[in-house]
């Protein structure tokens, strides 16, 4: 089973899908509660609707997000990933092992409803995201 949870410039847990700049894939073992690989998926460009086709690729079964909107959520179910939104913000070796042990705990999708969000990615520059793929929440 591999798990992907988005992350920040610094490696840090990106509590919005669209602010992610890179994913942490993690080879997991389910029967042994351990992680068997890790692997950093980084993509060319920021642009959120490259990640389910590089997340597929990268043999993901499974993200971990704070918050996805419907359209990156259906973007992700039709390259075969599913999501689990709501997740609470904690170190990502932190989430995956609550993952591992069942204890994972969630909250509200922090994108669902009709809003979008700006971010900051740590140069300076702001960027606005909509927490979808190029669709409305």
């Known amino acids: 089973m591999k798990l992907a949870l988005p992350l920040t410039e610094t490696n840090e847990f990106s509590l919005h899908y ?68 709501g997740v609470t913000a904690a170190a990502p070796e932190a989430l995956v092992d609550a993952w591992l042990a069942g204890t994972l705990v969630t909250g509200q999708n922090q994108c669902d409803g009709s809003h979008s969000h700006a971010h900051s990615h740590g140069h300076g520059e702001g960027h606005h995201h909509e927490c979808g793929c190029h669709s409305a929440d």
């Open 18 to 85: 669209g602010a992610a700049t890179k994913f942490v894939v993690m080879d997991v073992d389910e029967a042994t509660r351990t992680v068997r690989r890790k692997l950093m998926v980084v993509p060319q460009g920021s642009e959120p609707c490259q990640w389910p086709r590089l997340l597929h690729a990268a043999g993901v079964d499974l993200v971990l997000a704070g918050g996805m909107g419907r359209g990156a959520r259906q973007h992700m179910a039709e390259h075969g990933v599913e999501v689990l939104a």
